[in-house]
């Protein structure tokens, strides 16, 4: 497993708290930048196969590689491929839902996609979107149809074009979706796109 993250600044050395000892860099050339290894071992840059690779983009952020259960015979060098091979910046997503005209007080706070369709193995996957409401929590969870809703906050579901989307909220009573029509209004709002990604939208809230 690989896993690539960028940061707006640079994280802390053990940002997870799990290293479980004390983290230190080993300084190494990624592509054109000036990185390093975290490990907690300094005789061992990749940490036993717990392996941290960070390096600047050359705009101010960080980005960084956290990898596991390698099967390369060079893993060192694999990882120092691939982030070299990195290219940062800033590019619309499409995601398989559009969501109209969402109140002023509503604000964005993540977006996460779980096993995109075509790279998912037959693995159920979802987008959702999360959102704060005068200090409540609401959020948008879009999967396939079938399967059980959210297991949690109440969730207020409808299907389309093969797709399920739920509503939950966390408190009810702060987020105050009374105006808007409460959480139907909200899925009313919402516009399922179906499977097929060369129908999904990047220009998802509007």
């Given at each position: ?5 960028v ?12 290293l ?36 600047p ?32 910046g ?5 995601l ?7 109140p ?10 779980s096993?995109?369709?075509?790279l ?18 609401v959020?948008?969870h ?14 207020v579901?409808?299907t389309?074009?093969e797709?399920?989307?739920c ?40």
């Amino acid at each position: 497993m690989i896993w690539l993250a960028v940061h707006d600044e640079e994280p802390p050395l053990d940002r997870r708290g799990d290293l479980g000892g004390d983290p230190v860099r080993i300084p190494v050339r990624v592509g054109t930048q000036d990185g390093y290894w975290v490990t907690v071992d300094p005789g061992d840059p990749l940490n036993g196969g717990d392996t941290w690779l960070r390096w600047p983009t050359g705009d101010g952020r960080w980005a960084e590689i956290y990898a596991y259960y390698l099967d390369y015979r060079d893993p060192r060098q694999a990882l120092l491929r691939v982030a070299a091979d990195v290219t940062v910046g800033n590019r619309a997503v499409p995601l398989p839902l559009h969501i109209s005209a969402l109140p002023d007080n509503f604000r964005l706070g993540d977006v996460t996609t779980s096993c995109r369709p075509e790279l998912n193995d037959g693995l159920p996957w979802q987008v959702q979107l999360f959102y704060t409401v005068n200090g409540a929590n609401v959020a948008f969870h879009v999967k396939p149809e079938g399967g059980a809703p959210p297991g949690f906050g109440n969730p207020v579901c409808k299907t389309g074009n093969e797709l399920q989307v739920c509503v939950t909220v966390d408190r009810p009573a702060a987020a105050d979706l009374g105006p808007i029509g409460g959480v139907q209004g909200l899925l009313d709002r919402v516009t399922l796109l179906g499977l097929d990604e060369s129908e999904w939208t990047d220009r998802v809230i509007g």
